[in-house]
């Protein structure tokens, strides 16, 4: 993978302050943002479900 300069030395400091290795930095920083994201989707999923289960319920508290 190729990252910015800018990436890559945050990426060096980072795994430096971790005392890993920057491809394990990497991976690490990798699995956060995949898990973080289906984390969002999971939201996104049940934010609808339960509007749309409970549309009376929300019109009525928005007034």
């Known amino acids: 993978m190729r990252l910015p300069e800018e ?4 990426l ?3 795994a430096e302050v971790e005392d890993r290795s ?3 930095a990497a991976l690490g920083a ?5 898990a973080v994201e289906a ?9 609808a479900k ?3 289960t409970h549309t009376d319920l929300l019109r009525r508290l928005g007034e």
């Open 7 to 10: 990436m890559q030395a945050a």
């Open 12 to 14: 060096k400091r980072r």
């Open 22 to 24: 920057m491809h394990t």
């Open 30 to 34: 990798v699995e956060r943002g995949l």
């Open 39 to 47: 984390d969002r989707e999971a939201v996104r999923r049940l934010g």
């Open 50 to 52: 339960y509007a749309a």
